[in-house]
């Protein structure tokens, strides 16, 4: 009897124990009472009714993402390709979700899907490769609308990777080679072209410094010949007036000596023979000096 009031217990506290019920943060329990929807539990401490209540469904309220695989489409212009696509969304209405469809994830993949073949049906296919971003928004705006009722907010979509058919991708990476090659042929043809024009002008500017240079040496050569020709005129002015002042010292110093007028005469005579230094053939002997008897030798020399 002990032993069947002890296993007694133990299921009413293992019963009382199932009851009491912690929702973790960022979830939500859906809770049934006999198959029909009682309500709705958050985050914290909950007891539900043993035998009655049940939770249907624990409800994950963080923002998930969902890589679906890739996608046929066709393009306006009967391109076909492929598309996989990353659709972020966040589960606002946990009843609705519950009950609003019965796999919600496979309802949004396949509703992704004729959502990108209607975008994409409408566009060409160099617009579909480069409008990825209207693409994205029309995607995300068309989903967000269609999934309202499932209790899910889509908030936004990604266009993960496109796949053009081979043979557009030769043409296409033919495209970007040709491409680069035309782009670094301009860039050769700027750079050659700068560079001549730098060439052009250091040759402008070595000619006009060179030029400069010829003009201000000229200007010192000029300002030093003529520096020169100044001082030579200045050496030959002040050598005449050095012998002009010596012809006036001697002058002084023979009238101070008391010569008279002979001696002055012979100096006379001695300038003369130094005028001819043996080469004049003529010379002119003033009146007055004819005269004197006594000067004849010295006439005789200057006449040799």
């Given at each position: 009897?002990?032993?069947?009031?002890?296993?007694?217990?133990?299921?009413?506290?293992?019963?009382?124990?199932?009851?009491?019920?912690?929702?973790?943060?960022?979830?939500?329990?859906?809770?049934?009472?006999?198959?029909?929807?009682?309500g709705t539990w958050s985050v914290g401490l909950h007891i539900k009714m043993p035998f009655f209540d049940k939770i249907a469904k624990k409800v994950n309220l963080k923002e998930q993402v969902v890589d679906f695989p890739p996608q046929p489409v066709i393009t306006k212009d009967n391109v076909t390709m492929r598309i996989d696509t990353i659709v972020f969304f966040q589960i606002t209405d946990p009843r609705a979700y519950a009950y609003g469809v019965e796999n919600p994830l496979m309802a949004i993949e396949n509703l992704t899907a004729t959502t990108l073949r209607n975008i994409i049906g409408e566009m060409e296919l160099d617009q579909t490769l480069t409008s990825r971003e209207i693409i994205n928004t029309k995607m995300s705006t068309t989903l967000d609308i269609a999934t309202d009722p499932w209790g899910i907010k889509v908030n936004r979509v990604e266009l993960k990777n496109i796949i053009p058919p081979a043979a557009i991708q030769d043409a296409m990476e033919k495209q970007m080679k040709a491409e680069r090659e035309r782009r670094e042929a301009i860039l050769r043809a700027e750079g050659e072209k700068k560079s001549t024009i730098l060439v052009a002008e250091g040759k402008k500017e070595s000619a006009i410094l060179e030029a400069e240079a010829e003009k201000q040496s000229a200007i010192l050569r000029a300002e030093a010949q003529k520096e020169k020709t100044i001082r030579e005129a200045e050496g030959e002015a002040e050598a005449i007036l050095k012998v002009q002042q010596a012809s006036a010292d001697g002058i002084r110093m023979l009238k101070e000596a008391g010569a008279d007028q002979a001696v002055l005469q012979i100096k006379s005579l001695e300038a003369f023979e130094k005028a001819a230094d043996g080469q004049a053939t003529k010379i002119i002997i003033p009146s007055d000096l004819q005269g004197l008897a006594g000067l004849a030798t010295s006439i005789k020399e200057v006449l040799k």
């Open positions: 009897m002990v032993y069947v009031i002890i296993v007694a217990l133990v299921i009413i506290v293992a019963v009382l124990m199932s009851c009491i019920v912690i929702v973790p943060q960022a979830h939500a329990y859906i809770v049934e009472r006999l198959g029909a929807y009682q």
